[in-house]
């Protein structure tokens, strides 16, 4: 928000050259003046129990669970999994040391034009579904609702669903290749 208020457009620069390097100041103005990054009690702990459902998921099943499978176990939402996974992952360094000295890391980021292209094939695969399964995907993972919820909102079994949801996403990934 600082970069984007301070923007002046009128000394022809994008924008992009000048909010990089404040926003990349302000995060280490976090850091400096902060400390670590803070994660709530709730993340944490969220994540302590994320690592045990994990771990014996994977001693049952023989591989690692998706995010979808890890917060149908922990009935909790597909965002609040991955917010507490990643918090529980030790932090990156945004500067790198080179011969010359320190450097800012380049973070990156996919290109607007990429997210639309991908957007718009997944709208177009989604399309090519009936409405029954493209219903089942939008409960899914539209609107976070776990496999029982999307069976009762179906007329279906939580079996059923989970059947029927990994087709669906076999057939949407192998549209989307």
Same mark, same amino acid.
């Given at each position: 928000?600082? %970069? ?66 890890? %917060? ?29 000295? !320190? ?12 997210? !639309? ?9 989604? %399309? ?8 089942? !995907? ?40």
């Amino acid at each position: 928000m600082k %970069a984007a208020r301070a923007f002046d457009e009128s000394r022809g620069l994008k924008f992009s050259t000048y909010a990089v390097p404040v926003i990349l100041g302000e995060i280490k103005r976090l850091f400096r003046d902060g400390g670590a990054v803070k994660v709530s009690r709730g993340v944490k702990e969220l994540y302590l129990k994320l690592t045990r459902i994990k771990d014996s998921f994977m001693a049952e099943h023989g591989r690692e669970p998706t995010v979808g499978e890890l %917060a149908e176990l922990c009935g909790e939402s597909c965002e609040q999994v991955v917010e507490a996974i990643s918090a529980g992952r030790p932090p990156v360094s945004l500067t790198v040391q080179t011969e010359d000295g !320190i450097d800012e890391a380049d973070v990156p980021v996919p290109s607007s034009e990429e997210r !639309i292209l991908e957007e718009l094939a997944l709208s177009k695969a989604l %399309a090519g579904l009936d409405e029954r399964d493209r219903l089942l !995907i939008t409960l899914r993972y539209f609107r976070d609702k776990t496999q029982t919820e999307t069976a009762a909102a179906l007329g279906m079994t939580q079996v059923q669903v989970s059947r029927r949801e990994k087709k669906l996403l076999a057939a949407l990934r192998e549209k989307l290749e």
